[in-house]
T-cell receptor, first 118, second 114 residues
Framework: AQKITQTQPGMFVQEKEAVTLDCTYD???????LFWYKQPSSGEMIFLIY??????QNATEGRYSLNFQKARKSANLVISASQLGDSAMYFC???????????????FGSGTRLSIRP | EAGVAQSPRYKIIEKRQSVAFWCNPI?????LYWYQQILGQGPKLLIQ????????DSQLPKDRFSAERLKGVDSTLKIQPAKLEDSAVYLC????????????FGPGTRLTVT
């Protein structure tokens, strides 16, 4: 069965340090996608980064990179040079099924609350 | 470009009452999603529309929840009658039909059932 696990309920990091948020997943599909969303206290979910199961290179978007280890079924988010504005909930999510398919399902992990100390 | 709009932002009702939420997706987005996010948890998909057709409603409690997307644009989600465990944030998201992996979320409606 499709499952996403985020084992860190909360993390504290000093400003300007790098931080890694853990995510492991379980799926029997060969074709799937993994993404990360940020949810500030305002409540809106903000898309950060996407990694397809067949993508050979790790995805990067500015200060965000996804450390994709397919054999370990992990998709950790790395934030470089953290900023105070990075304080938020972070959710890992997985899309099972073919990309661009409207029938593909998405499930979310339970989230990690990241707090950046000045 | 305007984002996903939702209303109301907050709603407090008593159990057994009914409530409705409204969502207007980003213009041109064919796929619309409703999620329920209980405090301390990740969002759970309730229903997914492609244009005005339902693609997935397997996790929608159909005895009390209903949703429609008339004309394939905006959508309403209704709860009738509400239970205490329905207290949550209800998030609406939309995506382009051909870029289904990236969803854009609205600000959500926080429902409190007393």
């Amino acid at each position: 069965a499709q499952k996403i696990t985020q084992t860190q309920p909360g993390m504290f990091v000093q400003e300007k340090e790098a931080v890694t948020l853990d995510c492991t997943y379980d799926t029997s599909d060969q074709s799937y996608g993994l993404f990360w969303y940020k949810q500030p206290s305002s409540g809106e979910m903000i898309f950060l980064i996407y990694q397809g199961s067949y993508d050979e290179q790790n995805a990067t978007e500015g200060r965000y990179s996804l450390n994709f280890q397919k054999a370990r079924k992990s998709a950790n988010l790395v934030i470089s040079a953290s900023q105070l504005g990075d304080s938020a909930m972070y959710f890992c999510a997985m899309r099972e099924g073919r990309r661009y398919s409207s029938a593909s399902k998405i499930i979310f992990g339970s989230g990690t609350r990241l707090s950046i100390r000045p | 470009e305007a984002g996903v709009a939702q209303s109301p932002r907050y709603k407090i009702i008593e159990k057994r009452q009914s409530v409705a939420f409204w969502c207007n997706p980003i213009s041109g987005h064919a796929t619309l999603y409703w999620y329920q996010q209980i405090l301390g948890q990740g969002p759970k998909l309730l229903i997914q529309f492609q244009n005005n057709g339902v693609v997935d409603d397997s996790q929608l409690p159909k005895d009390r929840f209903s949703a429609e997307r008339l004309k394939g644009v905006d959508s309403t989600l209704k709860i009738q009658p509400a239970k205490l465990e329905d207290s949550a944030v209800y998030l609406c998201a939309s995506s382009l039909a051909l870029v289904g992996y990236e969803q854009y979320f609205g600000p959500g409606t926080r429902l409190t059932v007393t």
